[in-house]
């Protein structure tokens, strides 16, 4: 085969550039050299593998299905590039390569989104993707590098370290337990209006509360009901907030309103499943620097913020 055919290992960093610029003339800056020059390299990469990348109109550019495949397999070999020069010790630099993120969408929109505006102006060579999903993706797919999730995955194939504990407490509106009453006991609730929430795998429509301590701990599984249902967690804490009745929702999600008195805890002698937040990642990625860098940004975010004290900067 002819050394100019093919794929060219200089083609991959320039076509994510060239992605990422989102123009031929915005590559063109973001390169140091001219638009042209961008356009030929193109289209040269197109020649070579016979294929179209890119569909150019005068205004704006866009990626063919093709382009997007090659952009996809072209990201994450530069990744493992960057995880192997790390790994020899090659690169002494600050971190640096693309790093995909996954979270929920409440949680990732109103913690995960806001710690990540911080971490890239810390480590501004870091690119990161962020995608946000209703249920976290399979463990065994290959599709992010961390994702921030409730609860320890039980895969022992992957890393999960917990960055913040979290508990799921039961709350309601004053205004709805004045007109319904306050639950004395677990069985109560199946008297009550409980919004449901439908997310990951968990059994829906049933709340498992223990009580006691020690060996006299006793867990009850409580049959729920409600006219209001959602996968949206920021939904269902509106809804509360409404007083439309009583919800289980992790703390994180809660305390301001807690702490303002928009809701009120119920039956706060029960325990409820714990929801501690943990970064999950591959282990062939736990000594990639951007990865071990941003689950160690983000923990110390996390700590931080439980008690009170700002962002790290």
């Not at 995909?100 to 480590?123: E, K, M």
Request: proline residues 6%.
């Amino acid at each position: 085969m002819a050394t100019n055919a093919g794929i060219q290992p200089a083609d991959l960093g320039f076509f994510s550039a060239l992605a990422s610029a989102g123009s031929l003339s915005a590559a063109a800056r973001e390169l140091g050299i001219t638009t042209p020059a961008v356009s030929k390299h193109l289209a040269l990469m197109e020649a070579r593998i016979g294929v179209s990348l890119v569909n150019r109109t005068t205004r704006r550019m866009s990626l063919t299905p093709e382009g997007e495949l090659y952009l996809e397999h072209a990201r994450r070999i530069l990744g493992d590039i960057n995880d192997m020069e790390e790994l020899l010790g090659v690169s002494k630099a600050t971190p640096r390569g693309l790093l995909r993120v996954n979270a929920t969408l409440g949680f990732g929109r109103s913690h995960v989104a806001p710690l990540i505006s911080t971490f890239v102006r810390q480590y501004p060579e870091v690119e990161v993707q962020l995608q946000l999903s209703v249920n976290p993706p399979p463990l065994t797919e290959d599709s992010f590098d961390v994702c921030i999730r409730f609860g320890a995955p039980p895969d022992a194939r992957v890393m999960a370290r917990q960055i913040a504990p979290n508990r799921r407490l039961l709350c309601a509106a004053p205004a709805y337990l004045a007109r319904h009453g306050i639950p004395r006991l677990p069985s109560d609730l199946s008297k009550h209006n409980c919004i449901g929430i439908r997310q990951g795998e968990e059994a829906y429509g049933v709340w498992r509360l223990s009580s006691g301590r020690g060996k006299s701990i006793s867990t009850e599984a409580i049959k729920t009901r409600g006219n209001l249902t959602t996968n949206d967690g920021e939904i269902a804490v509106n809804w509360a907030l409404d007083g439309h009745g009583i919800l289980m929702r992790a703390e994180w999600d809660i305390a301001r309103y807690l702490q303002n008195g928009r809701l009120v805890q119920v039956l706060p002698q029960c325990f409820t499943p714990d929801a501690d937040i943990h970064a999950v990642y591959p282990q062939r990625h736990q000594r990639a620097a951007r990865v071990r860098v941003f689950v160690d940004f983000m923990a110390q975010a996390f700590r931080q913020q439980a008690t009170g004290a700002t962002h790290p900067s």
